[in-house]
């Protein structure tokens, strides 16, 4: 990311903010049956890397609304880090999307079967099908909208 500036730095808080929203007026954002809208926005750093770390605070600070908290926080964070590191590996946002939601499944899915005793095999299940499809449009619609109306340029210059 060279040339951090300060339209990046309004972007990323945009992005924050929006993913925050998105995830605490959604009452399926937590839990075991997770289908949570504001991972729509997860996907942003597979078309364009400089949204990593306003997708990765946005989910920080979503994370600590949470009722496992802390715990959340680090399997969150930890998630994006692993999904945006291999996402600089495979430059295919499909296949990044289905990767990120697979670490969400499996990472959730344990998080949720240690924490709070739920059920492994369909916790993580029941998170990784929320989180592919969600991502899954998310890929679709940032990528008509980065098409058709020059998106990331229209997010830049209102930054």
């Known amino acids: 990311m060279k040339n951090f500036n300060v339209r990046d730095l309004v972007g990323n808080a945009l992005v924050c903010a929006i993913y925050v929203v998105l995830t605490l007026i959604n009452p399926l954002s937590y839990g075991a049956v997770q289908f949570r809208f504001s991972e729509v926005m997860a996907v942003l750093p597979f078309f364009n890397r400089k949204y990593i770390p306003g997708v990765t605070l946005g989910v920080l600070i979503a994370n600590l609304f949470s009722q496992i908290g802390v715990v959340d926080v680090m399997v969150g964070v930890g998630i994006c880090i692993i999904s945006y590191?291999?996402?600089?590996?495979?430059?295919?946002?499909?296949?990044?999307?289905?990767?990120?939601?697979?670490?969400?499944?499996?990472?959730?899915?344990?998080?949720?079967?240690?924490?709070?005793?739920?059920?492994?095999?369909?916790?993580?299940?029941?998170?990784?099908?929320?989180?592919?499809?969600?991502?899954?449009?998310?890929?679709?619609?940032?990528?008509?909208?980065?098409?058709?109306?020059?998106?990331?340029?229209?997010?830049?210059?209102?930054?």
């Open 85 to 159: 590191t291999i996402s600089y590996f495979i430059k295919n946002p499909y296949a990044n999307a289905v990767i990120y939601s697979v670490l969400c499944g499996i990472f959730v899915g344990g998080e949720l079967y240690f924490i709070v005793n739920a059920p492994l095999l369909i916790t993580g299940t029941s998170v990784l099908i929320g989180q592919l499809v969600v991502t899954v449009i998310g890929v679709v619609v940032f990528k008509r909208i980065g098409q058709k109306t020059s998106f990331f340029r229209k997010i830049d210059a209102t930054a």
